[in-house]
């Protein structure tokens, strides 16, 4: 079971703001073992948020994003009270989808 | 929402089936419906993205001047372009330089921040789709100690 995500989306002026960290260990796939052997690269690489079941943000990421992802982004058309939702995937089919009401 | 992960799965062990047979590289299976993220020179990347974009002074990039830790750089990118329905995140100097991409839809700000690893000190490139044609700036963040590990 993967660890949650926490998720924050304060809405203020008619503007959402939402900021995400994930858990991942975003291995590169560069970095090598004790033993020499490379370590398998294991990232998320696409990220969909989501504002009431409608699409808000997608991405597609490399292996170049940090350690435990950070993102944030704003939207409009949202109230307080509102779900979003944010969904990862990895390179691995693991994915992990966390949601949150928007204060 | 089952459908999706079969999808996934099956997807994802396609890729790998043809991986082990040597047919396809590890990273072109990364890069499996994926614009840019197997190009590993700039040049490549944006060609990938969609060609050589326009600079402009209407795309800001917020990230440190000097990034003590290469694993950890925070990148905000923003764009005041017209209908800008893409922001791209590139760090020239890594291995692959295409790190994010990210599709704007209506109703969204073109304003994202994350964090990004740079191996070494190197310009930050953003790429915006604004009208359907690419637009982008360039910053320079120098890094302390690499963030590539290995």
């Given at each position: 079971?993967?660890?949650?995500m926490?998720?924050?989306?304060v809405?203020?002026?008619?503007?959402?703001?939402?900021?995400?960290?994930?858990?991942?260990?975003?291995?590169?796939?560069?970095?090598?073992?004790?033993?020499?052997?490379p370590?398998?690269?294991?990232?998320?690489?696409?990220?969909e948020?989501?504002?009431?079941?409608?699409?808000?943000?997608?991405?597609n990421?490399?292996?170049?994003?940090?350690?435990?992802?950070?993102?944030?982004?704003?939207?409009?058309?949202a109230?307080?009270?509102?779900?979003?939702?944010?969904?990862?995937?990895?390179?691995?089919?693991?994915?992990?989808?966390?949601?949150a009401?928007?204060? | 929402?089952?459908?999706?992960?079969?999808?996934?799965?099956?997807?994802?062990?396609?890729?790998?089936?043809?991986?082990?047979?040597g047919?396809?590289?590890a990273?072109?299976?990364?890069?499996?419906?994926?614009?840019?993220?197997?190009?590993?020179?700039?040049?490549?990347?944006?060609?990938?993205?969609g060609g050589?974009?326009?600079?402009?002074?209407?795309?800001?990039?917020?990230s440190?001047?000097?990034?003590?830790?290469?694993a950890?750089?925070?990148?905000?990118?923003?764009?005041?372009?017209?209908?800008?329905?893409?922001?791209f995140?590139?760090?020239e100097?890594?291995?692959?330089?295409?790190?994010?991409?990210?599709?704007?839809?209506r109703?969204?700000?073109?304003?994202?921040q994350?964090?990004?690893?740079?191996?070494?000190?190197?310009?930050?490139v953003?790429?915006?789709?604004?009208?359907?044609?690419l637009f982008s700036?360039?910053?320079?963040?120098?890094?302390?100690?690499?963030?590539?590990?290995?």
């Amino acid at each position: 079971m993967s660890t949650p995500m926490r998720i924050r989306a304060v809405e203020e002026g008619g503007v959402t703001t939402v900021r995400v960290l994930m858990a991942h260990v975003m291995e590169t796939g560069v970095r090598r073992g004790a033993d020499g052997a490379p370590i398998p690269a294991h990232y998320i690489n696409q990220v969909e948020a989501t504002h009431n079941g409608r699409n808000v943000l997608s991405a597609n990421w490399g292996a170049a994003v940090s350690q435990n992802p950070f993102l944030a982004f704003r939207f409009r058309g949202a109230a307080k009270g509102d779900r979003v939702a944010v969904r990862w995937t990895d390179n691995r089919g693991g994915t992990r989808t966390d949601e949150a009401a928007i204060t | 929402m089952n459908a999706n992960r079969r999808t996934v799965i099956k997807t994802s062990g396609a890729m790998a089936t043809l991986v082990a047979l040597g047919i396809v590289t590890a990273q072109q299976a990364h890069a499996a419906g994926r614009p840019g993220f197997e190009a590993r020179s700039l040049q490549d990347a944006l060609r990938a993205v969609g060609g050589t974009p326009a600079a402009t002074d209407q795309i800001r990039i917020v990230s440190p001047d000097i990034a003590e830790n290469g694993a950890v750089v925070p990148v905000g990118v923003s764009s005041t372009l017209p209908n800008t329905t893409e922001l791209f995140i590139l760090v020239e100097r890594n291995p692959v330089p295409l790190a994010a991409a990210f599709t704007i839809p209506r109703g969204t700000e073109p304003d994202i921040q994350t964090r990004v690893r740079m191996g070494e000190s190197s310009n930050i490139v953003a790429v915006a789709r604004s009208d359907g044609r690419l637009f982008s700036a360039v910053k320079e963040t120098k890094v302390t100690l690499g963030g590539c590990g290995g």
